[in-house]
Each structure stands twice: as structure tokens, then as C-alpha cells.
């Protein structure tokens, strides 16, 4: 997935706090590469963000468990009746599995983005509430301000609300009917 380019943004970011320029060495680029990885992080925790969102059927290991993969921020759907986190394991205490099938499906956040440092071109509001919260973070060191890392991160959260909302409509955007499903399903099973 193509991203844009970490210059484009941290300039977007500085010029949010004033008439800045990144510059690599400098104190305030030192600011943006120290604080990207974290906001990139805690912006992916947000919600479930399509993008981001990845699907992997996981084998057990000998002792019956299950391990969560290593780009996985935050699992959100785990294919068991009843399991619980421990660690980096998945541990079933009821699964639903027919008999003989013994992988698990896994539907989670990736942190992929932003082990790469990558920003999807094809979400701007994410960008913007990435952009902002970035912004809040060096606001106090760059600008002295404390009020406005703070004005900062409400904005951020509103805008990273709204790119949420919008990812989910488009997300679950489609002409299915509602009851599809559970008019295709039987009562037996």
C-alpha cells in the first residue's frame, strides 16, 4: 500500500504549530521522529480501522495455544466461544471448530503502518487526526504552550472520530440485505 512520504507529513504537522520546516538534525526534527512511532500506535488503537485491519488463521503450538502474530496491536475478533489473552498467547477454553479443524481465525489491528513508518494516501481524515495528534505532542516543547498541545489533542481525537466514522461506513457499505444472514442460517446448528 502506498503511503505518503514522513517529510510531507512532518512538514504538515510543524506548519500546524507555526511556520516551520522539517529538518532532520534539527530540534524540532528530532521532535517529529522521536514522537511519530507512538502517535502512529496509539492512532491505530483508535478503532477498527479497515486499512489496518488484517485476518489470519492461526495454527496451534504443541501446548494448545495460540500465538498472536507479531504485527498484532490489538486483536478484535477471535473465532472461540470462550478464550482469554495471556501474554502474546490465546488460550481457547471453549472453541467453535468442527471436529478435526484445529486453526483459529484471528481478525486484528496491524501495527505494519507503523512499523514502516507509512501513512495511507488513501485515508486523508486519518492523516489530518494523525497530523494533529503529532502536532499536540511537540506543541509544549516547540511552542511553549501548553493550552495549545491540549486544543491540539481535542481537535485529534474529533478528527481521528470522524475518519473512524467514515472508515466504518465505507467499510460496511454494500447492498446485502440486514437479515441476510440469519435468514440463511439454520436454527439446528
Not at 78 to 103: C, F, H, M
Request: net charge negative; aromatic share 8%; with cysteine.
Amino acid at each position: 500500500m502506498p503511503g505518503m512520504d514522513k517529510v510531507t507529513f512532518f512538514q504538515q504537522s510543524l506548519q500546524t504549530l507555526g511556520d516551520r520546516e522539517y529538518k532532520r538534525d534539527s530540534p524540532t526534527g528530532k521532535a517529529c521522529d522521536l514522537w511519530f512511532p507512538s502517535v502512529m500506535h496509539e492512532a491505530l488503537n483508535y478503532g477498527a480501522w479497515s486499512f489496518a485491519t488484517k485476518t489470519m488463521e492461526l495454527p496451534p503450538e504443541e501446548d494448545g495455544t495460540y500465538t498472536l502474530p507479531e504485527d498484532c496491536l490489538r486483536p478484535f475478533k477471535i473465532d472461540a466461544l470462550r478464550y482469554r489473552i495471556d501474554g502474546n498467547k490465546i488460550i481457547v477454553e471453549q472453541s467453535r471448530n468442527a471436529p478435526g479443524k484445529n486453526t483459529l481465525t484471528l481478525r486484528y489491528i496491524s501495527n505494519a503502518l507503523a512499523k514502516a513508518e507509512h501513512l495511507p494516501e488513501t485515508q486523508p481524515l486519518f492523516i489530518r487526526g494523525v497530523s494533529l495528534l503529532l502536532a499536540a505532542r511537540m506543541a509544549v516543547k516547540i511552542t511553549g504552550e501548553p493550552q495549545l498541545a491540549l486544543n491540539l489533542e481535542q481537535m485529534a481525537a474529533a478528527a481521528l472520530s470522524n475518519a473512524l466514522h467514515q472508515d466504518a461506513l465505507t467499510q460496511y457499505s454494500n447492498d446485502q440485505h440486514p437479515l441476510d444472514d440469519i435468514l440463511q442460517s439454520s436454527i439446528i446448528s
